[in-house]
């Protein structure tokens, strides 16, 4: 088995349906993982992740959950054991942004971001838990807006994804006895849907990036799959900004 051998691993992916998540999952499998991953309205998009996972000889499975409902969450967990036969590696990738001024934000708008990108995390985790094997892997996506908060409307969703940094510490700490390790990877911006490189605010982005350009989903991945391997066990509680240098 070589340091980046994913081979009889199995992985959750939360909101696995496109952009990073779809990276991600199709990152593991490239390197042998079988994988299960949730969407909330994207069912098209999800099998069509699963027939291409299957392609590359690996088991697939793609679960439709709400990542802010805990009978969901804790639902999706037990089918992907159930079909894929454990749990090995969880990516806690499911969140959602909604950008206000704070004098105009509603208070569902800030529930609805911290039930998904906080709670959400925690409650998956503690249904992940259970199942995962020693050796196993927690890894968390944030963001780089929790350490550099970029455009006064962000200032609630970045919020949510700091909060995934004492998270992460916490867990590394309550999980290390079992020789799992949690982590935590914070992208820049990243060319997705919901912000594209040719976007509208793109090159105001590409302004704060030493490197003068957007990251793409498989850079996240690359980072997801090298902190899942064994080349990785020493590594636990850490944040990895994968940001252009938008931080230094």
Do not use: W
């Not at 990738?93 to 934000?105: S, T, V």
């Not at 006064?152 to 290390?176: D, I, S, W």
């Not at 990036?209 to 509680?237: K, M, T, Y």
């Amino acid at each position: 088995m070589t340091s980046l051998d994913l081979t009889h691993k199995i992985a959750f992916v939360s909101g696995g349906s496109r952009g990073i998540g779809a990276a991600i999952a199709l990152a593991l499998a490239d390197l042998g993982a079988d994988v299960a991953i949730t969407y909330a309205n994207s069912e098209k998009r999800a099998e069509e992740l699963v027939s291409q996972i299957q392609a590359k000889g690996r088991k697939a499975i793609a679960i439709q959950a709400d990542a802010a409902d805990p009978i969901a969450i804790q639902s999706a967990i037990d089918q992907a054991v159930a079909a894929l036969g454990g749990l090995d590696i969880l990516v806690n990738n499911a969140a959602i942004a909604i950008y206000n001024l704070i004098q105009d934000f509603n208070a569902d708008d800030i529930d609805a971001m911290f039930d998904t990108n906080v709670k959400g995390v925690i409650l998956t985790a503690k249904a992940a838990i259970p199942h995962l094997k020693e050796h196993g892997r927690i890894i968390t996506i944030g963001s780089a807006g929790a350490d550099r908060i970029v455009g006064e409307p962000g200032t609630v969703y970045y919020m949510t994804k700091a909060a995934l940094q004492a998270f992460t510490r916490g867990l590394a700490r309550e999980l290390g006895f079992r020789q799992i390790t949690v982590n935590l990877i914070q992208p820049g911006s990243t060319n997705t849907e919901s912000n594209p490189a040719d976007g509208e605010y793109a090159e105001f982005q590409r302004n704060l990036i030493p490197l003068g350009r957007f990251g793409e989903p498989e850079d996240i991945a690359a980072a997801v799959c090298f902190l899942a391997s064994p080349a990785a066990r020493q590594i636990s509680g850490a944040i990895l900004n994968v940001d252009g240098g938008a931080l230094t």
